[in-house]
């Protein structure tokens, strides 16, 4: 297997919702929704990449907290690690400056949205979570 491509997301919530982000039509996956997030850097912690990739993407500043989800898919084109983190918009509205759409999505909402494949994982915990009361 190829070395895996270290990715990081940030998982921000309001309101019982969670917000995620649909893909550029030229982009891998295009059209496809996501967290937001990105590649880290060479010498970046996936908390620093996280916050520069908020700023590049949103024009926002975050907090990021512990790591909600950590998972390794494998696409047909790379291998990626994704470390998910809760993460808090402390500065800013988010501005599309790199996605097509965003949404705030309650996780009972999320089988009608067309998520890249990694996440999928993911979205299972929070429907898990929201199931067993867990979610907020």
């Known amino acids: 297997m190829a ?3 270290e990715v990081v997301a940030a998982l921000i919530r309001k309101d019982g919702k ?3 982000f649909q893909r550029p039509g030229y982009k891998a996956r295009g059209h496809l929704w996501e967290f937001v997030g990105g590649k880290v850097e060479k010498g970046e912690t ?3 990449a996280l ?3 908020c700023r590049e993407e949103l024009a926002v500043e975050v907090s990021v907290g512990k790591i ?3 998972v390794t898919h494998v696409y047909p ?3 990626v690690r994704l470390t998910l983190f809760d993460a808090e918009i402390v500065r800013g509205e988010p501005t599309l400056l790199e996605h097509e759409a965003m949404a705030w999505i309650a996780p009972e909402e999320a089988a009608r949205f067309a998520f890249c494949p990694a996440d999928e994982e993911i979205l299972r915990k929070i429907r898990e979570e929201k199931e067993r009361g867990e979610w907020q």
């Open 51 to 53: 916050i520069r990739e």
């Open 77 to 79: 084109d790379l291998t």
């Open 3 to 5: 070395k895996a491509t």
């Open 18 to 20: 969670f917000l995620a």
């Open 68 to 70: 909600y989800y950590e």
């Open 46 to 48: 996936g908390e620093e």
